[in-house]
Every structure is written in structure tokens, then in C-alpha cells.
T-cell receptor
Framework: DVKVTQSSRYLVKRTGEKVFLECVQD?????MFWYRQDPGLGLRLIYF???????EKGDIPEGYSVSREKKERFSLILESASTNQTSMYLC????????????FGPGTRLTVT | LAKTTQPISMDSYEGQEVNITCSHN???????ITWYQQFPSQGPRFIIQ???TKVTNEVASLFIPADRKSSTLSLPRVSLSDTAVYYC?????????????FGSGTRLLVRP
């Protein structure tokens, strides 16, 4: 069965901390995505990666960076966490052949205090 | 860029057919339409995808009119376990770039 895992289900951090969210997929997918999900706003794309060391900005990249050193792992980095980054963060992956059937992880609920 | 609009919520009863419509007036020629289902504390799960006309799989049908400015997800004979949030996604891949626009979701409540 396909699997996307995220390092934490719940995370509480303080304003100004550097935060790392990790995502691992076991499907050998080329493409990986980071979204944030907020009530009433649906899912918004932060960054995506179509290959190792390759990344593209999504709709809301400000305040975030990403890293993809290995094909199976995609990390989201909050350089200096702020309270407006309190949200649910979802990672997804998809193959190059079927780019729209994304497989999502369970999400990380991040609270910045 | 395509913007997607969905009803905030819908109610239904077990055994009924449910149709959820998504409006995407500015859909681009190479955009696809995809629907996802999300339960609490889980990530969204792929349901169905289409480009035009009708697509059917074992769980749902997707109707897309000729102008592609809207799409309708049809769930036949819903059960209590279909209570979830349903998201419409419009977008696709252009070279190495993605344009992916999710709707804000429709909360479906199925009553016994």
C-alpha cells in the first residue's frame, strides 16, 4: 500500500524558532508537494519539487523554504516561525505519469505561540 | 488563474444520490479537474479525475460540460461513511511547473 508519512502529527513551537517538517514517501514518486490547510481557505500550495534538488514556488512561499536531497524525502522549513504560520501542513506526492492523483500524508498540525 | 467555488456544506440521507458542483470559470485548456475526499485528522484522498464529458469509477462519477466551466461530482447511494469534506482541484502541469487550485471544500453530512 502506498504511503506518505510526516514526521509529527502535532507540533508546538515558539515565535522565532526554526521549524523543520519532514515528509517521506515510499512510492518512488518524482513530484512532492507541501500545502497548508486553513479553515475556509482549502489547501494552498507552498512549494513543490519535481526532482531531487529541484523546487518551485507555489502560491504562498513567503516565510518558507524547502529541501529535497533524496527522492523520497521533502522537507519544509520555517526559517523564523510566526503566529500566522499556525496551520495544518500537508505533504503529498505523485508520479510524473499521473500528476493529478496525489497521495497525501496525515498532516502536521503546527501551533506557533 | 482558475478560481474554484464550491458550496460550503450539503446534507443528505443514506441511500440518496449526492451531486456536488464546483465552478471554475477561468479553467485553462490544459487543466484537469480532480476531486478529493477528506476525513477528520487525515490527508485528502483521491476520488476521481477528468478532463471533459463523463468519467466513472467504482465510487463516483464526474460530469464535465462542454465549456468545462463547472464540474459535478456524483456519489451514488451515499452511506454514513461518506460524511466528509470534498475538495475540487483544478490545475495541471505545464513543463516543470504546476498550477493547482483547490476549492475551499464542501462539507457533506449524511444522515441515517
Amino acid at each position: 500500500d502506498v504511503k506518505v508519512t510526516q514526521s509529527s502529527r502535532y507540533l508546538v513551537k515558539r515565535t522565532g524558532e526554526k521549524v523543520f517538517l519532514e515528509c517521506v514517501q515510499d512510492m518512488d514518486h518524482e513530484n512532492m508537494f507541501w500545502y497548508r490547510q486553513d479553515p475556509g481557505l482549502g489547501l494552498r500550495l507552498i512549494y513543490f519539487s519535481y526532482d531531487v534538488k529541484m523546487k518551485e514556488k507555489g502560491d504562498i512561499p513567503e516565510g518558507y523554504s524547502v529541501s529535497r536531497e533524496k527522492k523520497e524525502r521533502f522537507s519544509l522549513i520555517l526559517e523564523s516561525a510566526s503566529t500566522n504560520q499556525t496551520s495544518m501542513y500537508l505533504c503529498a506526492s505523485t508520479s510524473g505519469t499521473f500528476p493529478y492523483e496525489q497521495y497525501f500524508g496525515p498532516g502536521t498540525r503546527l501551533t506557533v505561540t | 488563474l482558475a478560481k474554484t467555488t464550491q458550496p460550503i456544506s450539503m446534507d443528505s440521507y443514506e441511500g440518496q444520490e449526492v451531486n456536488i458542483t464546483c465552478s471554475h470559470n477561468n479553467i485553462a485548456t490544459n487543466d484537469y479537474i480532480t476531486w478529493y475526499q477528506q476525513f477528520p485528522s487525515q490527508g485528502p484522498r483521491f476520488i476521481i479525475q477528468g478532463y471533459k464529458t463523463k468519467v466513472t469509477n467504482e465510487v463516483a462519477s464526474l460530469f464535465i460540460p462542454a465549456d468545462r466551466k463547472s464540474s459535478t461530482l456524483s456519489l451514488p447511494r451515499v452511506s454514513l461513511s461518506d460524511t466528509a469534506v470534498y475538495y475540487c482541484l483544478v490545475g495541471g502541469r505545464m513543463d516543470s511547473s504546476y498550477k493547482l487550485i483547490f476549492g475551499s471544500g464542501t462539507r457533506l453530512l449524511v444522515r441515517p
